[in-house]
């Protein structure tokens, strides 16, 4: 009996704790912070910041607000929503392309307006937020009256269709996915807002008509509609003057005047290229002055022939430095106007710019140059094309989708993949080559992306530590491999042959390996190909085109 008592008590005891321990977790379920979260630490914003809320995401940069109008940093702007606005601190203005114009902004003219279209503070430079919308796809909601202790403006250029939904009964807006997360603001049944994300945990991610962001309970919300932002802005049109056949390019070395007088032997042989660029032009020093190698027998013969000519200019000069030269508007300004000059006297075709061995500084003024150049190109009826080393990750500060924005082609130069003072290896793997179009593709329309082939091979020796190496044309490459007795192995992977003699070794390039690399660029309907340089190639090569 007495045990039969003892269990029972021990059963009751036990049954109290569970239903002390399920009143406790119910109350636990049912607790809510009441603790409310400031503006200013919300957006993390003090003073006269202004938080930027990019397509509903807090960036970490910060605008200021002056005279209750957001302004955004231009660096940030320049990469999330515009790169066109640039700053050119050797004249002191802002400067804005367009297709057959530049804009200019002075900084003292811009101190003298109430709503300045950008201020600056010391070294930084800060665009009104309405000055960026009259010229960007983009819509901007501000908070930044007085009113607002936490300065806030809304970014958004994503043009899609969202959700919106009203309040069925007074609600909190918190922080975070649980009534445990602090509160933002009271939701008074009727209010809209706007639906951002729509969470698994039963509730939604919401932005307010009032511009705060946060989290409401789903079952909260009725009443949803769907909304389709507006985009009245036109982009501006930038024309293109693309050949009508397939570019079939060939460079010509001319490092002197006596050079010019080879191209009819060239030509003799390269039966199907109908454009040709000759090196004439280089750049002599950082004030944007050229040298130049010009003959207009030699344009006669190309025109006669139905050849045009894409001059080339180059930036090879020791002397010069390429960042400073592109960093000064004067120096740009210079180097265009010579150019055009040079090009309309000698009713030259077209423009081929290479600019090689560029610093990732230099990039934005690059592009800046790119793009002044296209104005002068588009208004004088100037084939435009850019020479890009192969597309790489970390060449991307080139440009190329800018490039091809103003420019007319985009040539990659799918080469130099080992060089001079490298290790050895392939000068063009189709690897490499493949790569190179790919990623430029992911910026180039393919009808204007142009690929550069090599008609060169380098031999390479062991030397020392490391090797040397020699670059030689397609015939001196196939006299070594017969003198050497080098036994050619083909590499499916490089799509090439590969071979070596004693200490030297040659990854090959051959009729071969160019027919592989001139596929791939059909195969990919790019607007051509282009060749380095005519009077290395074996005569075979023509036939592959």
Not at 330 to 346: C, F, G, Q, V, Y
Not at 490 to 513: A, I, K, P, V
């Amino acid at each position: 009996m007495k045990k039969i008592i003892a269990v029972a008590v021990v059963l009751l005891l036990m049954s109290g704790c569970v239903l002390g321990f399920l009143v406790y977790e119910k109350k636990k379920e049912n607790r809510t912070n009441q603790e409310s979260i400031s503006e200013t630490e919300l957006f993390d914003v003090s003073g006269n910041d202004v938080a930027l809320i990019y397509n509903f995401y807090l960036q970490k940069e910060k605008g200021v607000c002056y005279n209750e109008q957001a302004y955004l940093p231009i660096e940030w702007v320049n990469v999330n929503l515009n790169d066109k606005f640039f700053w050119d601190e050797s004249i002191g203005k802002l400067i804005y392309t367009m297709p057959t114009e530049i804009l200019f902004f002075d900084a003292a003219e811009e101190r003298r307006n109430e709503h300045p279209r950008f201020i600056k503070k010391g070294s930084k430079v800060f665009l009104q937020a309405e000055f960026i919308d009259t010229n960007t796809p983009v819509t901007f909601e501000e908070y930044c009256g007085r009113e607002n202790t936490g300065k806030r403006v809304y970014i958004n250029d994503k043009f899609e269709s969202y959700k919106t939904a009203s309040v069925k009964k007074d609600a909190v807006l918190r922080t975070g996915e649980s009534s445990l997360q602090r509160r933002i603001t009271e939701l008074t049944e009727g209010t809209r807002v706007r639906i951002v994300r729509e969470c698994e945990s039963g509730w939604n991610r919401v932005v307010t008509e009032q511009g705060f962001p946060g989290y409401v309970e789903a079952d909260k919300l009725g009443d949803i509609k769907e909304e389709t932002p507006r985009n009245s802005y036109s982009l501006p049109v930038y024309s293109h003057l693309l050949m009508d056949e397939e570019v079939i390019l060939g460079w010509h070395q001319t490092t002197n005047e006596d050079a010019n007088a080879k191209l009819e032997g060239l030509l003799d042989t390269a039966y199907r290229i109908n454009v040709v660029s000759p090196t004439w032009f280089s750049v002599t020093d950082t004030r944007g002055n050229i040298s130049s190698l010009v003959s207009d027998e030699y344009i006669g013969l190309c025109h006669s022939s139905g050849i045009a000519v894409w001059a080339l200019c180059d930036n090879f000069t020791n002397e010069i430095d390429s960042t400073a030269l592109l960093r000064s508007y004067d120096a740009r300004t210079n180097l265009i106007s010579l150019l055009t000059e040079e090009i309309k006297e000698h009713e030259i075709d077209g423009l081929n710019i290479d600019f090689e061995q560029l610093e990732e500084i230099c990039g934005p003024y690059f592009v800046e140059f790119i793009r002044e150049l296209s104005i002068s190109c588009r208004n004088n009826g100037i084939v435009l094309s850019i020479d890009d080393p192969n597309a790489q990750n970390f060449n991307k500060f080139y440009g190329r989708k800018a490039q091809a924005e103003c420019a007319d082609y985009v040539i990659n130069m799918g080469y130099d993949e080992h060089f001079a003072g490298g290790d050895a290896g392939s000068v063009a793997s189709m690897p490499f080559v493949e790569e190179g179009i790919d990623l430029s593709l992911e910026e180039v329309p393919a009808n204007q992306l142009i690929n550069a082939i090599p008609f060169y091979t380098r031999i390479w020796t062991v030397d020392g530590a490391g090797f040397t190496s020699q670059a030689v044309g397609m015939s001196a490459a196939q006299n070594w491999v017969d003198e050497n007795h080098v036994q050619l192995q083909w590499n499916e992977d490089f799509g090439q042959y590969y071979g070596h003699s004693g200490d030297d070794y040659m990854w090959l390039e051959d009729t071969e390996s160019l027919s592989l690399k001139i596929k791939l660029a059909r195969d990919r309907k790019l607007g051509g190909i282009a060749c380095w340089k005519l009077g290395l190639e074996v005569p075979e090569v023509w036939e592959l085109f």
